[in-house]
T-cell receptor, first 113, second 112 residues
Framework: AQSVTQLDSQVPVFEEAPVELRCNYS??????LFWYVQYPNQGLQLLLK??????LVESINGFEAEFNKSQTSFLLRKPSVHISDTAEYFC???????????FGTGTRLKVLA | NAGVTQTPKFQVLKTGQSMTLQCAQD?????MSWYRQDPGMGLRLIHY???????DQGEVPNGYNVSRSTTEDFPLRLLSAAPSQTSVYFC???????????FGDGTRLSIL
């Protein structure tokens, strides 16, 4: 069965420092990859998506993600974080031929002043 | 454009009671799904639907029923509530296979 792993359950980082959040998945077929962000007491919001094409994906709020097929990873990065980036980040994977999405267990990013 | 609307936002039930969590979307999305979110476990798929009249089980379907009579609505029914069903429930929809999902704001359910 497919699985999605986010090994870091919590990541503390100081404001204006860079951050990397890791996501690994197990699948031998074509995948669709997503990063979602969840602020307290809210639903999940799409941050980034990889469907095909360039392995580097950028969002409008400074985050970028890199897809590595050989390592089956989808790394989320931001070069300089803000207090407002404090949230929980979820990686999700869908595979071609199915409508199901599998979510990782989430990484709580806490940005410290 | 309301997106995905879930009602109620909060609910407290007693063990054995039944209830329906409502989910509606106004984006004409074919795919809809229900997840539960528990601390340290991420989101787990309960049931999903790929169109009106078509539903299937996800990872944790026991104790829950769904139906999809229209494209817009996808209610989740708890048949006989148990404390293990205390959770935050999210409904999501997407246009098609492989597309990003749009989430509702969730329903916080407590079973006493």
């Amino acid at each position: 069965a497919q699985s999605v792993t986010q090994l870091d359950s919590q990541v503390p980082v100081f404001e204006e420092a860079p951050v990397e959040l890791r996501c690994n998945y197990s699948s031998s077929v074509s995948v669709y990859l997503f990063w979602y962000v969840q602020y307290p007491n809210q639903g999940l919001q799409l941050l980034l998506k990889y469907l095909s094409g360039s392995t580097l994906v950028e969002s409008i709020n400074g985050f970028e993600a890199e897809f590595n097929k050989s390592q089956t990873s989808f790394l989320l990065r931001k070069p300089s974080v803000h207090i407002s980036d404090t949230a929980e980040y979820f990686c999700a994977v869908g595979t071609s031929g199915t409508y199901k999405y599998i979510f990782g267990t989430g990484t709580r990013l806490k940005v410290l002043a | 454009n309301a997106g995905v609307t879930q009602t109620p936002k909060f609910q407290v039930l007693k063990t054995g009671q039944s209830m329906t969590l409502q989910c509606a979307q106004d984006m004409n999305h074919e795919y809809m799904s229900w997840y539960r979110q528990d601390p340290g476990m991420g989101l787990r798929l309960i049931h999903y639907s790929v169109g009106a009249g078509i539903t299937d089980q996800g990872e944790v379907p026991n104790g829950y029923n769904v139906s999809r009579s229209t494209t817009e609505d996808f209610p989740l029914r708890l048949l006989s509530a148990a404390p293990s069903q205390t959770s935050v429930y999210f409904c999501a929809s997407s246009l098609n296979r492989g597309q990003p999902q749009h989430f509702g704001d969730g329903t916080r359910l407590s079973i006493l």
